[in-house]
């Protein structure tokens, strides 16, 4: 399945230590012809370089609401969780909104947006069942889990999407 050019991909980014490798996610995203939102939780903000992020995606890093006078994002088209902490899952899993992060990640099932979560979580809080349980009421919601990320869990987790946008042909 393919989506129309220029679709936005947003790149939910948490306060994990891969945060500052989060770069290699938006260059193969963008590689397959997304266009590139990274909203950061605030603890996130602190674990990667925001300048350089957008820099890259030539888009300001969102990490609070907008104010009424500020224009609004572009709406996601799908959203990769990257990586995910084990708060950031429970929460989104509860429904809680109390960040701007969870807040557009907290609408997206019910809008029918496509969302892959990369948990970054140590063995001790995976296998708590409040972080089992947050999985399964994600993957009930249709939200796509990536447990076993593999060599390349930034690919992985762009793979799992299962939606790249159209290439539109160089005009040359």
Known sequence: MNASPGQTLYVVVCAAGAAAEVGRLIDLAQDDGWVVQV??????????????LERRTGRPVRS?????????????DAMIVAPATYNTINKFALGITDTYALGVLAEAPGLGIPVVVLPFVNSALAGRTPFV????????????????????????????????????????
């Not at 909203?39 to 350089?52: C, G, K, N, R, Y």
């Not at 939200?143 to 159209?166: H, I, N, T």
């Open 133 to 172: 349980r947050s999985v399964e009421d994600l993957r009930a919601d249709g939200v796509r889990v990536v447990l076993e990320p593999g060599d390349d869990p930034w690919a992985r987790a762009l793979a799992e999407l299962g939606v790249k946008p159209s290439r539109v042909p160089d005009q040359g």
């Open 64 to 76: 609070r609401y907008r104010k009424p006078h500020e224009p609004k994002p572009p709406r996601a």
């Open 39 to 52: 909203v950061a939780t605030p603890s996130a903000l602190d674990f990667i370089d925001v300048a350089e």
